[in-house]
């Protein structure tokens, strides 16, 4: 879900029944509900940003051939891409949008089983691995901050794992290793640019939060 500059909520969701990624806006006074892709089984791990002009843009995994696929209203209809197609890419995403309204999205590469991020430059995508030490990239959670470099939470070897952009290289930390920890996580990046972080610890059932001191 995601909410305009009018208060609006916007929703992606998987429709299980057909196979399709839909969405859902609320006009004020009732829900505009669009089918948005119904190309083979599409819609699974979706996520959705609002941008300036609050058109929607949607990450999502295409099941059928193991795509990362993303989806944006022009204001006129639905563009879709496909964004990674290298082996079984595209679950766990997340999406944010930058100042200058271009596309962040954090994923799982489930054939290697790594960490990767594509942004979107304006004229094409650039696509990085992030992560590649053991098991690591499911439970993504992506956000920018005011210079609009990336910030994402993780899982990692089934520990808490936290990864940013300096504007150079990647700055990769393993923040919580006590037992199995970094499941279904969520980021925020506050204007100061530090990470805030809740994520599920499955050792011992609790909801835990993590953030930077300095």
């Known amino acids: 879900i995601a909410i305009d500059s009018s208060n609006n909520p916007h929703i992606a969701y998987y429709d299980s029944t057909n196979g399709d990624l839909k969405y859902a806006r609320w006009t004020g006074s009732s829900w505009d509900i669009q089918t948005v892709d119904s190309e083979s089984t599409v819609g699974k791990f979706t996520s959705i940003a609002i941008d300036s002009s609050n058109n929607p843009h949607i990450a999502y995994y295409d099941s059928t051939n193991g795509d990362l696929k993303y ?68 439970y993504t959670s992506i956000d920018v901050d005011v210079n609009n470099y990336p910030h994402i939470s993780y899982c990692g070897n089934y520990h808490l794992k936290y990864a940013c952009w300096s504007g150079s290289l990647w700055k990769i930390e393993a923040i919580d290793s006590d037992g199995l920890v970094g499941f279904d996580t969520s980021l925020r990046v506050d204007k100061l640019g530090k990470p805030h972080i809740s994520y599920y610890n499955y050792s011992k059932k609790t909801l835990k939060y993590a953030s930077k001191k300095e």
Do not use: C, M
Not at 73 to 101: P, Q
């Open 71 to 138: 989806a944006r209203w022009t204001g006129l209809s639905w563009e879709i891409r496909i964004v990674d197609s290298k082996g079984a890419v595209g679950e766990d995403t997340s999406i944010v949008i930058d100042s200058s309204s271009n596309p962040h999205i954090s994923y799982y590469d489930f054939t290697n089983r790594d960490l990767k991020y594509a942004r979107w430059t304006g004229s094409s995508w650039d696509i990085q691995t992030v992560d590649s030490e053991g098991d690591v990239g499911e």
